[in-house]
């Protein structure tokens, strides 16, 4: 089985800034995209960044020009730098590996990390 950890959330003012890590772990021959969702209460799951294997990038509006997503392909890991955090920017961020091939297998798998928790408060 594939297990995705997250790690590097916590507490941090407005206008600082955080780096998150998801690490996939499994016997996994590649990984097509990883992403980076955040939900906070009362609200939906929402797309914040993603990153295919070959680099292509998208990010919700409401973090361009502050968050950048990047991946280590040999490691099967992703990363989330977050800036100029907001008030706004508070969730439980969960990492997402999407089209997951594995060594041996034929299906491909989706999986989702447990989740970290970004608060931004002053």
């Known amino acids: 089985q594939v297990q995705l950890v997250e790690s590097g959330g916590g507490l941090v003012q407005p206008g600082g800034s955080l780096r998150l890590s998801c690490v996939a772990s499994?016997?996994?021959?590649?990984?097509?995209?990883m992403g980076w969702y955040r939900q906070s209460p009362g609200k939906q799951r929402e797309l914040v960044a993603r990153?295919?294997?070959?680099?292509?990038?998208n990010y919700a509006d409401s973090v361009k020009g502050r968050f950048t997503i990047s991946r280590d392909n040999a490691k099967n890991t992703a990363y989330l730098q977050m800036n100029s955090l907001k008030p706004e920017d508070t969730a439980v961020y969960y990492c997402?590996?999407?089209?997951?091939?594995?060594?041996?297998?034929?299906?491909?798998?989706?999986?989702w990390g447990q989740g970290t928790l970004v608060t931004v408060s002053s």
């Open positions: 990153i295919t294997n070959g680099g292509t990038t």
């Open positions: 499994g016997s996994i021959s590649s990984i097509y995209a």
């Open positions: 997402n590996a999407f089209n997951i091939r594995q060594w041996g297998e034929n299906d491909a798998l989706n999986a």
